[in-house]
């Protein structure tokens, strides 16, 4: 039955595509994107919002100061801002530094924390986050600003950028350290970038391209024709 040569090529070629996978594939835990998939999950946007209403922070869920229309050059800016520090409650998170956002991608922060990232926190480090590296929020930018390509959601207070987290006890998970690791750290940082897609509709981490190795971008733009195509890299 396994006779001769037949054999001995198949076995190479089992081992050999065994490592084109390999390598293909890089972290087992990443699994494959499916858009419909990732559209059923969705969790959107509170309908309440609005220029006027900002639930989150009308009932003191978040720590945040209104601030003035921002109308920057180049069309930068929006109408009705917040400056964010982070939240009380359960889990208390604080921002290295205050960050400019509109209603929206503030609220999905918070709701993306309290509901994902601290069960996975808990479930990968045993503890809550406590404390993000805020590594980019309001930029008046085009995107990777790049000469010539179109306007950045962080030109908008419509985006967010995660470069490190501090645990409750002091230990810090680093993007540009980490994502690419085994550790606890490295799966915790990957399962929360899967996550963020549920939240965010677009999500560009490490996995994307060489403009996000240390840190992962959270925007709440609009994608495809209809708007609802979600990027999750
Ligand atoms: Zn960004």
Not at 164 to 185: I, P, R
């Amino acid at each position: 039955m396994f006779n001769g040569k037949g054999f001995q090529a198949r076995v190479i070629c089992i081992v050999f595509g065994m490592l084109v996978l390999a390598g293909c594939v890089g972290l087992s835990d990443i699994e494959e994107i499916d858009q419909a998939q990732l559209q059923r999950d969705a969790v959107l946007p509170d309908p309440a919002i609005s220029l006027q209403s900002c639930p989150v922070f009308d009932q003191g869920l978040v720590k945040a100061m209104p601030l003035p229309p921002i109308n920057d050059r180049d069309g930068c800016g929006h109408p009705s801002p917040y400056l964010v520090q982070g939240w009380d409650g359960a889990y208390p998170v604080r921002f290295s530094s205050d960050a400019k956002l509109n209603c929206v991608m503030m609220t999905q922060l918070y709701r993306f924390f309290t509901e994902e990232v601290q069960p996975l926190a808990q479930k990968h480090l045993g503890q809550p986050v406590s404390d993000i590296q805020v590594a980019a929020s309001y930029a008046c930018r085009t995107r990777n600003s790049k000469k010539g390509a179109k306007i950045s959601e962080h030109a908008r207070l419509n985006a967010f950028d995660v470069s490190a987290m501090t645990f409750a006890d002091g230990k810090v998970v680093n993007v540009e350290e980490d994502w690419h690791s085994y550790s606890k750290k490295g799966k915790f940082l990957r399962s929360f970038n899967r996550a963020s897609c549920k939240y965010f509709t677009t999500v560009i981490g490490p996995g994307g391209d060489k403009y996000h190795q240390d840190h992962i971008h959270l925007d709440h733009g609009k994608h495809g024709r209809k708007g609802t195509w979600r990027l999750c890299q």
